[in-house]
């Protein structure tokens, strides 16, 4: 049987994290379909969506009717087994997002996580699905993945005074000692011991009051302005000196004063140039920074 060819009418999404104008690759593709949408030059565009998620759903440019209408109608369109397991409805959400400032910084339940979440408060948690996301880039992207090899996180609490005023000296050489020799280790033994130290620094910094935030936070831009490809003593081989000042204005000027600057340190940056990607399975901690992504 021959599947149609069906060409798709995709919402766009305006948030204030999202490219303005034409600037923004999600509003550019959802103004290549006929339609009543126009791109605002002053307005931001954020995520286009591909799918049959209830509150922006594609639809069928000729018809009008909804995808999810058109493939739990025809199963064909998903195949016999895609719709019995995932009870006639596309499991996944095909996005394209244009990222103009910095998103939170999140992670997405795993699935049995998700299921509970939803069954608890489905008004707050409305999807039981777990997300691991594959991220493409389409632009120059930037971004933050998972936590730093350990080894980094305790470079940074050496040569950034502030980031170890934060968490209290006592904890930075806690974390420093438990790790010694053993920050690469696969042996199960030194990985939860790794883990719980990384928990207990990390659980440390995101509980600091509001007013030692912003004295850290400050002090921080203020040296990585004065110090520039010094800061951090030049940084590491992963992420220079010079690009963690220039991150460091950046990402301050976006979000003056916030917690995420100092969780910073903590996670991997990634850049990608068009046609890259990674991958962040269920329970990555992540943010993106900037760029056209699908």
Known sequence: MQVPLIRLQCGVNSYDWGKVGND??????????????????????AELW???????????????????????????????????????KLPFLFKVLSVGKALSIQAHPHKKLAEELHRRDSKNYPDDNHKP??????????????????AEIAHFLKTIPALREIVGDSEAAAFESAIKGQDTSTEPAAETKNKKALQKLFGTLMNSSPEAVTKACYAIVQSASSEGASFASGGLPSTSGETLARLVARLNSQFPQDIGLLVFFFLNYVELSPGEAMFLKADDIHAYLSGDII
């Not at 923004?24 to 565009?45: G, L, M, R, V, W």
């Open 50 to 88: 591909m799918g049959t998620h209830p509150s922006n759903p594609s639809k069928d440019l000729t018809t009008q009717r909804t995808l999810l209408d058109l493939v739990q109608d025809n199963q064909a369109l998903l195949s016999k087994d895609i719709a019995e397991r995932f009870g006639n």
């Open 133 to 150: 996301e594959m991220t493409i880039a389409i632009t120059e992207f930037d971004g933050l993945c998972g936590f730093r090899p350990l």
């Open 24 to 45: 923004s690759a999600a509003a550019k593709f959802a103004a290549a379909t006929p339609s009543d949408f126009s791109i605002q030059e002053e307005k931001p565009y």
